[in-house]
């Protein structure tokens, strides 16, 4: 049973218009990184919508920093994906040859009565600074990257 379509868009006649996702893990994957990428009030009608994970990635790294992405992150999943469960939250910190900011978020997606293996998504910064990588660590066509602009 198809439940959302994917992005980026693509045409399937199969499903109808455009190629759907038929698994809630794909629909999870999609949402979580839907939230991440998009900033706080960035979405009209819902101010309150996103984490604007792309500002955080190449901040510098502080505790506060920290504090504050693991209560965005758990917020947002709690409040947006309710069928997700979040399990953790861990950070990979930046040094010279790394000057971005890794945050892996680790989470169960919960289907009716049974809970999915546990899954992780990976988010770093590419070195332009214009591109947030995300990487899941299922197969690899539930891996994806996301651009935008800077």
């Known amino acids: 049973m198809p439940y959302s379509p994917l ?3 693509s045409t399937d006649y199969v499903h109808g ?5 038929e698994r809630m893990k794909q629909v999870a994957f999609q949402n979580l990184k839907t939230i991440a990428l998009t900033n706080p009030g960035e979405r009209h009608g819902n ?4 984490i604007g994970i ?10 506060a920093l920290r504090t504050d992405l693991r209560a965005r992150i758990a917020n947002q999943i709690a409040r947006y994906c309710p069928y997700v469960r979040l399990l953790s ?10 000057p971005t900011l890794s945050i892996g978020i ?3 997606v919960l ?11 990976t988010i770093t910064g590419d070195e332009d600074g ?3 990588v995300f990487s899941c660590d299922e197969t690899s066509d539930s891996t994806e990257a996301a651009s935008g602009p800077s």
Request: hydrophobic share 35%.
């Open 7 to 9: 992005t980026p868009l």
């Open 17 to 21: 218009k455009y190629t759907a996702s």
């Open 47 to 50: 101010r309150n919508f996103g």
């Open 54 to 63: 792309k500002n955080k990635l190449f901040a510098q790294d502080t505790p």
């Open 89 to 98: 939250v861990h950070f990979s910190p930046q040094n010279d040859a790394v």
């Open 106 to 108: 680790r989470y169960v």
């Open 111 to 121: 289907a009716g009565a049974c809970a999915s293996e546990d899954q992780e998504i």
């Open 130 to 132: 214009g591109t947030a």
